[in-house]
């Protein structure tokens, strides 16, 4: 891809995206990580005494190990972790900018529908990804949350979601091939986000 081409845009800065956009640039591609919140938006919105059920073997990225003392990483460990790659590669990201919709754009471009601070626009890229995760955009259950008290006396709020069955109805209605694509309609970042860089992990 020459230089002069705009970057593939990838949609959402958490561990999918920062991955895409450090292979992309090693095969000499620009890319820049697009997120309606920050760099790990998600992972900073876990529960605080979070644990992932992966073992750190599977939640590496860009071949950097990760290394922590327990098989399974914390919710702050992951944090540091990712961001650290994210900063090592220099993955771009624009943080606070939504991507509302994704449009063919002919002969061989893409216009995409960003919303920041300074409110809506279109920009061009060759090509797209999407990395967004389903945390923005639970399928809730019909339980009333609550919060509960663990053993060790700590307080949590489970998040009652599934991400069953979109597969099998998608099988039963065969949809027509979309001509644009409409992200998700997960509720705003806070305000209290100010800062362009991810909060302190
Ligand atoms: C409590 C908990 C425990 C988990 N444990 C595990 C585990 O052990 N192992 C495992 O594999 N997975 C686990 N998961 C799932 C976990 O969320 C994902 O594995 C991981 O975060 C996926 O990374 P991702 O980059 O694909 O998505 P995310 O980390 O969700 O990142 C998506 C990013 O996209 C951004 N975004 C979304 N929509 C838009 C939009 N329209 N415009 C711009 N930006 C957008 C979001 O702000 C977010 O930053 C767990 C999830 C939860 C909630």
New binding site residues.
Partial sequence: MASSEPPVAI????????ACAIELSRRGIGAVC?????L????YH??EE?R???TRD??DIAGVPFSTPDA?PTRLESLAYYRGVAEKFRVRVVPQ????EIRSHPPRRLLLSIEDRTGRREITAPAAIF??????NPRRLDVREKTYRTSTGALFRP?LFTTATWSSSARRTRRPKPRSIS??T?PASPSWLEATRSPTV
Avoid at 97 to 100: A, K, L, N, S
Wanted: without cysteine; neutral net charge; aromatic residues 18%.
């Fill in positions: 949609v959402g800065a958490g561990p999918t995206g920062i697009y997120d309606k919140g920050f790990l938006d998600t992972i876990f529960p979070m992932w059920f992966s599977l939640l399974h900018t939504r991507v509302h990395a967004t995760g389903f945390f923005g998040i992200t998700a997960a």
